[in-house]
């Protein structure tokens, strides 16, 4: 089996030395033991992922030198395999309509808290989900979903990990973030009844990443530390869904003077700007450690 990496960013903003280091590591990794390299298009936000940033991200990512192989992937044109992913989910009785809203969540979260009682967070610090019976009657959830409210469609975690009935790891060939390293437990019951889609959008990251990998025949996940203990979701839904589980290497992040890791939200600068202010592709790779 020829040994097949991608690299997957999503365009709602200019790539950044972040993005960089992960392009060029899935590149130079890829073209060692003469594989291949995918780019996969991460395009569910069909609204703040517009055409012309699409194009600004190609752009970039050909003058830092990251040339994938064919063909590329938009998730946008893809919607059908979430949807049959969703359903096969479904089927099974794993997959609920939660119509909790970030306010109401907050509110059951804030009462806790002032309680005295921590309320349990992923591993990204969000809170879990409550469940809609923490505040809501059965008939209230009827009616508002028959009112046509907004919903998720999240994963029961519980009923998941029993039907999984198994524990479950991953090979991991760089380093978490705590070091971990080798055959890695997954933990997915870390991260609640997590979100696989919503009313107004037919996936989410967790579900189209596990659908798009093995679509596109991934045998190597190199991304960085920042979705490392995302992983363990992956795996869950990657047995629950019967999909091969390819090998996984996380890898640092570029971060700012401040310490925190680059960002596309919070402003950091592009590679669009570095190459108008006069950097070469060999200064990119010098500046990521590459």
């Not at 790539?15 to 590591?25: D, E, F, K, V, Y």
């Not at 830092?64 to 969703?86: N, T, V």
């Not at 096969?88 to 809203?101: F, W």
Request: charge should be negative; hydrophobic fraction near 40%.
């Amino acid at each position: 089996m020829t040994a097949t990496f991608r690299f997957a960013p999503s365009p709602n903003g200019p790539l950044h030395l972040g993005h960089a280091l992960s392009a060029l590591l899935n590149l130079d990794m890829a073209r060692s033991v003469n594989g291949r390299v995918l780019l996969r298009i991460e395009d569910i936000d069909t609204v703040r992922c517009t055409p012309d940033l699409v194009s600004a991200m190609l752009d970039d990512l050909h003058w830092i030198g990251f040339d994938a192989d064919p063909p590329h992937r938009r998730q946008s044109e893809h919607f059908a395999d979430y949807a049959d992913a969703l359903q096969r989910l479904g089927a099974m009785g794993l997959i609920y309509k939660a119509v909790l809203t970030r306010a109401e969540i907050r509110h059951v979260v804030a009462q806790r808290d002032a309680a005295g009682l921590s309320w349990p967070r992923d591993p990204d610090g969000a809170p879990l989900y409550p469940g809609d019976a923490a505040l809501l009657s059965e008939a209230e959830v009827t009616t508002r979903l028959a009112q046509g409210e907004p919903y998720a469609l999240r994963l029961d975690m519980t009923r998941a990990l029993q039907m999984a009935g198994t524990p479950l790891d991953w090979l991991e060939t760089g380093t978490g973030p705590a070091g971990e390293s080798g055959q890695v437990t997954a933990d997915p019951s870390a991260w609640g009844d997590v979100i696989l889609a919503r009313k107004d959008t037919p996936t989410s990251y967790h579900l189209s990443v596990v659908v798009d990998d093995a679509r596109q025949g991934i045998t190597h996940v190199v991304r960085g530390h920042d979705l490392f203990h995302a992983t363990s979701v992956h795996r869950l839904l990657q047995h629950l869904l019967d999909l091969p589980a390819p090998v996984y290497q996380h890898h640092r992040l570029i971060t700012g003077p401040d310490g925190r890791k680059l960002s596309k939200s919070a402003g950091d600068t592009g590679l669009r700007d570095l190459r108008e202010a006069g950097w070469t592709p060999a200064d990119i790779r010098a500046r990521i450690g590459l």
